[in-house]
């Protein structure tokens, strides 16, 4: 007897929340405030001069390689949206990034000879109809000249490629990076910086990131 009691302030509470949800999803206008665009950044001189046979969403494994690539192991997804908060889906989103010892896979990079070979350097991922992207990478480190950062590029058909930057939430360098800096507005420099935060239950310390792409 006791039982509709108990359960139906909970259920309201469910259910406030989904209204809730379901308001912000169908009224476009509204939601879109909320969304700050991704500001474009450099592509930088090192997106891969040469591309890498496997140019898979795992970074960590190149081809069969039992070795995994040094560094934090890092879960990066996120979404694309249009400024109304669509997912787009079909975008092809490609990420580079430093090994853990700072080199690029570019033959131009600094200290070329010291890269970790079983790190990828490069990878890409199509979305879906829900925008998703996932990758699993190494969290970043710095390498002179800039704070820690994965380089982005977002390719659509009949659109022209749309490439930025995500850094690394409490990174002391940030402060001091000239590109990170170059984004006047303190709201669009805030949404290229993502927490690295630990990931709930490993044991082996991985870290997650989300990073959403909203393109005007
Ligand atoms: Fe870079």
Redesign the pocket.
């Known amino acids: 007897m006791n039982e509709p009691s108990i359960l139906l302030p909970g259920r309201r509470r469910l259910l406030r929340a989904f209204v809730t949800f379901a308001a912000a999803f169908s009224v476009p206008g509204a939601f879109a405030e909320v969304l700050t665009r991704t500001p474009r950044q450099t592509e ?3 997106y891969p001069n040469h591309l890498p046979l496997d140019t898979d969403n795992d970074l960590l494994i190149v081809n069969d390689g039992i070795t995994p690539a040094v560094g934090r192991i890092t879960h990066l997804s996120g979404r694309v949206l249009d400024a109304r908060g669509e997912p787009i889906r079909n975008a092809l989103v490609e990420i ?3 090994d853990n010892n700072g080199v ?1 896979l570019h033959s131009g990079s600094n200290n070329h000879g010291g890269r970790d070979k079983n790190f990828q350097g490069f990878g890409r991922f199509l979305t879906g109809s829900t925008g998703e992207y996932y990758f699993r990478t190494i969290k970043p480190v710095p ?1 002179p000249g ?1 704070t820690p ?1 994965i ?1 982005f590029a977002v390719k659509m058909r009949g659109r022209e490629k749309f490439t930025t ?1 995500c850094y690394v939430k409490g990174e002391l360098q940030n402060a001091r990076d000239g ?1 990170l800096r170059g984004i006047r507005d303190p709201k669009a420099r805030d949404a290229v910086i993502v927490d690295f935060a630990p990931l709930k239950g490993s044991r082996i310390g991985e870290l997650a990131a989300r990073f959403d792409i909203v393109l005007g």
């Open positions: 930088g001189p090192f580079w990034q430093v690029y390498y800039r950062h380089h930057q590109i």
